[in-house]
């Protein structure tokens, strides 16, 4: 049952402005931001999370028990619970990476700042992101949010991508690019 990606981006985009906008009214939004952060570790650390948002074998009265117990457990503020059940309900949790991405650029607009995608070998320090936050300030003229990614196949460097620009430094793009040269040169 995947849609295609305009449609879900179109749905995730509706989800994220209701409760940008909520929680705008409710001076909330820092409370939301908490919410991204913990549901992208959720994702990220949890199997059977990942399961339940994808998964059609659940139907609705469980996942939308599932997703309330869940965002009970985490402390979740009533505007990510409210949608996190809508969503449930409409079977629409699958489109929850695209929302937590949507609600996060909308927070950072908000707060003057940019968002940039970092992937790398290895998770980086406090001390390096923020290094590496301070340079790309520098380099954009806005405060800088670094969403951290890891990709060990990547062996080493960075890919760093702000808005529709892309800086890939990774050692496997490189080798990549070593690698068709040696071959225009055979």
């Known amino acids: ?22 929680a705008k009214e409710e001076n909330s939004l820092k409370a939301v931001e908490g919410d991204l952060d913990q549901l992208d ?3 990220a650390d949890s199997a059977d999370f990942a399961r339940l948002i994808h998964s059609p074998v659940y139907g609705r009265d469980a996942q939308a028990a599932a997703i309330k117990a869940l965002a009970d457990k985490m402390g979740l503020s009533k505007q990510m619970t409210g949608v996190l059940a809508v969503m449930a309900q409409k079977r629409r949790l699958f489109i929850l990476p695209q929302l937590i991405a949507k609600l996060r650029e909308m927070i950072s607009e908000d707060k003057g700042e940019v968002v940039a995608d970092v992937t790398a070998a290895k998770a980086l320090t406090k001390a390096q992101q923020d290094k590496l936050a301070k340079a790309l300030k520098a380099s954009v003229g806005k405060d800088v949010k670094i969403n951290m990614a890891v990709d060990e196949s990547l062996i080493g460097g960075l890919i760093v991508k702000v808005g529709s620009k892309m800086i890939d430094s990774s050692i496997a793009s490189r080798l990549n690019a070593l690698q068709n040269s040696m071959k225009e040169v055979g």
């Open 41 to 43: 570790a959720a994702l």
């Open 1 to 22: 049952m995947s849609e295609p990606a305009s449609i879900t981006s179109g749905i995730a985009q509706r989800y994220a402005t209701a409760v940008f906008e909520l």
